[in-house]
């Protein structure tokens, strides 16, 4: 019975010794990981050129995701294709933090709050950027309200406002028919020429129909700005790039007939 008890109280003791060793090894472990948190190179220092980091080296310094998201968007739109290329610089990084924080939870080690703030920040990125972007549309609603008031013959509704200010990579706008889709189209090119100060030949105008594209380049009235259908900005590029446009048909119906003629 004696020799038992000596054997329960060795293996408890070796377990203690154990659990305690885990314990300080995890801590460490944190401790090191936390350093590297740290001294991550912060998104927008990354993607910048390397002289312009330089230039800046002592500007650049990362405190958390979230301070990184603001401090590299701020006063800009945040894209999808943005989110996912901010992602993915942190992913790597998150899966080996959050490794380590379930083996400090699982030993009950307090992780340092630089672990458990990446990891939050992590997780909530895309509740994140949506407030960022939510901010942004608030703000340039705001300050351009005069704007919007008066950039067109009357003022453009809410909805309109909003999709013209998203500076996301595609906007998708749904509506009826003369519920004012080619009046957003106006507005959005003004506020890209007038607040964004965007150079009207780096904007192209894109429609179905040559009387929609000839309405948009009337209603602009921005020299150096015109509407195209599709067919006529492709024949002008292979015009431009050949030096000669492709000869199109313009009775379709009647070379239709011929050929169904000559198959008779």
């Known amino acids: 019975m004696a020799l038992l008890l000596t054997l329960g109280l060795c293996i408890a003791a070796i377990a203690i010794v154990a659990i305690v060793a885990i314990r300080i090894l995890l801590k ?25 980091t330089l230039r ?3 500007e650049h310094f990362f405190k958390d995701i979230e301070s990184n998201l603001e401090q590299t968007f701020n006063g800009q739109y ?20 959050n490794d380590c924080l379930k083996r400090l939870e699982t030993f009950h080690v307090e992780p340092s709050e630089t672990i458990a703030k990446f990891v ?6 895309q509740w994140l ?3 960022h972007n939510d901010r942004f549309i608030k703000e ?14 009357y003022p453009l509704d ?43 030949q780096n904007i192209l105008l894109i429609s179905y129909t040559n009387k929609a594209a000839a309405e948009l380049t009337d209603r602009m009235g921005i ?10 900005l492709a024949l002008d590029i292979i015009g431009q790039v050949t030096g000669q446009k492709p000869s199109i048909c313009s009775n379709t119906d009647a070379l239709f007939l011929k050929i169904y003629q000559e198959l008779l």
Do not use: M, W
């Open 120 to 125: 939050s920040d992590f997780e909530n990125l």
């Open 223 to 232: 020299e150096g700005l015109r509407g195209y259908t599709f067919h006529k």
């Open 129 to 131: 950027i949506k407030s």
């Open 78 to 97: 945040i894209t999808f294709r943005e989110e996912k290329l901010f992602t993915e610089y942190y992913t790597e990084l998150f899966h080996e933090v």
């Open 56 to 58: 800046q080296e002592n």
């Open 158 to 200: 809410k909805q309109q406002r909003r999709s013209i200010v998203s500076g996301e990579d595609n906007c998708l706008v749904i509506s009826s028919a003369g519920s004012g889709k080619t009046s957003s189209i106006v507005g959005k090119v003004k506020y890209l020429i007038e607040i964004k100060h965007i150079e009207p």
């Open 28 to 52: 460490k472990n944190s401790n090191e990981l936390s350093f590297r948190v740290e001294s991550i190179t912060p998104f927008q220092a990354n993607h910048e050129s390397r002289e312009e």
């Open 140 to 153: 340039e609603l705001n300050t351009y309200k005069d704007f919007f008031d008066h950039c067109l013959k």
